[in-house]
T-cell receptor
Framework: EAQVTQNPRYLITVTGKKLTVTCSQN?????MSWYRQDPGLGLRQIYY???????DKGDVPEGYKVSRKEKRNFPLILESPSPNQTSLYFC?????????????FGQGTRLTVV | AQSVTQLDSQVPVFEEAPVELRCNYS??????LFWYVQYPNQGLQLLLK??????LVKGINGFEAEFNKSQTSFHLRKPSVHISDTAEYFC?????????FGAGTTVTVRA
């Protein structure tokens, strides 16, 4: 089954404790991206990757890091989480090196930073 | 820079009535336009997209949208809604590599 898998689905952590949210897709898509969803703000793009070893900042990259060492994986790293990073996070992938085809979304990761 | 404005945050509608969700965008260059739907506790899925060609775009589940370049709008419509259309709807615009979403419109369908 074609899918984007995020782990964990739920995470509660403390301020300053480094964490990684994993994202994996099995569709051989080149383009992958991370978004955060906050009430009243919709989804905002954090980082995106057009292919292996090619990443760039989205609209809200501060406090986040990403890497794309393999085509299928695109982890999101929070080196020192803060409460304002409490949010619902989505990973998505698309065929081709841009988001102009259909984006396939993961189920989301709900992160709470206390 | 590009941005998306969804003009209605909440739209209540009765079952079998029509619905229209309004979306305006701004961009200095040509864009690609999308509508995504998010059902409760799920990720987003694509309803329809406009890349080029006919300005009337048909999508899944009976939805359609019309691209109006002069008004920079991409409104979503469905002539008759079902209870199962209760969800949050997002308009999005893409320019090259970035995808920008609107704040979302919550549609609640009542019997």
């Amino acid at each position: 089954e074609a899918q984007v898998t995020q782990n964990p689905r739920y995470l509660i952590t403390v301020t300053g404790k480094k964490l990684t949210v994993t994202c994996s897709q099995n569709m051989n898509h080149e383009y992958m991206s991370w978004y955060r969803q906050d009430p009243g703000l919709g989804l905002r793009q954090i980082y995106y990757s057009m292919n292996v070893e090619v990443t760039d900042k989205g609209d809200v990259p501060e406090g986040y890091k990403v890497s794309r060492k393999e085509k299928r994986n695109f982890p999101l790293i929070l080196e020192s989480p803060s409460p304002n990073q409490t949010s619902l996070y989505f990973c998505a992938s698309s065929f081709g090196d841009n988001p102009n085809t259909e984006a396939f979304f993961g189920q989301g990761t709900r992160l709470t930073v206390v | 820079a590009q941005s998306v404005t969804q003009l209605d945050s909440q739209v209540p509608v009765f079952e079998e009535a029509p619905v229209e969700l309004r979306c305006n965008y701004s961009s200095s260059v040509s864009v690609y336009l999308f509508w995504y739907v998010q059902y409760p506790n799920q990720g987003l899925q694509l309803l329809l997209k406009y890349l080029s060609g006919s300005t009337l775009v048909k999508g899944i589940n009976g939805f359609e949208a019309e691209f109006n370049k002069s008004q920079t709008s991409f409104h979503l419509r469905k002539p008759s809604v079902h209870i199962s259309d209760t969800a949050e709807y997002f308009c999005a615009v893409s320019n090259d590599y970035k995808l920008s979403f609107g704040a979302g419109t919550t549609v609640t369908v009542r019997a």
